[in-house]
């Protein structure tokens, strides 16, 4: 059974650093492309903040790009989210999503079929 864990939320200053995990098992990484997205509070829609797949490609959203940064490690079948001079508008449900279609994870989250249980980030002044 494919099965996502995230870890790694909390609460930080605005400017301040936090790394978010996401531990894989079930599936080969290599063979699914993965994603982090995040759900604002009152908002239903999930956001898709960056992706990798199966080359190590990757995608980020304009709202986090030379923020953030997607990394797998392929040994460890983990999903890291590193993310630099946070803000308040980064306050979010952060979640992990893999895909066995490549192009699925650069999409919206209806596309995409398997879901971790989210982790909260928390960004005050």
């Known amino acids: 059974e494919l099965q996502l864990v995230e870890s790694g939320g909390g609460s930080v200053q605005a400017g301040e650093s936090l790394t978010l995990s996401c531990a894989a098992s079930g599936f080969t990484s290599r063979r699914y492309c993965l994603a982090w997205f995040r759900q604002i509070p009152g908002i239903s829609v999930r956001e898709n903040l960056a992706?990798?797949?199966?080359?190590?490609?990757?995608t980020y959203a304009e709202s986090v790009k030379g923020r953030f940064s997607i990394l797998k490690d392929t040994d460890k079948e983990t999903l890291y989210l590193q993310m630099n001079n946070l803000q308040l508008e980064d306050t979010a449900m952060y979640y992990c999503a893999a895909d066995w279609r490549p192009g699925n994870c650069r999409g919206g989250a209806g596309l995409v079929g398997h879901w971790g249980q989210g982790t909260r980030v928390t960004v005050s002044s």
């Open positions: 992706s990798i797949d199966g080359d190590g490609r990757t």
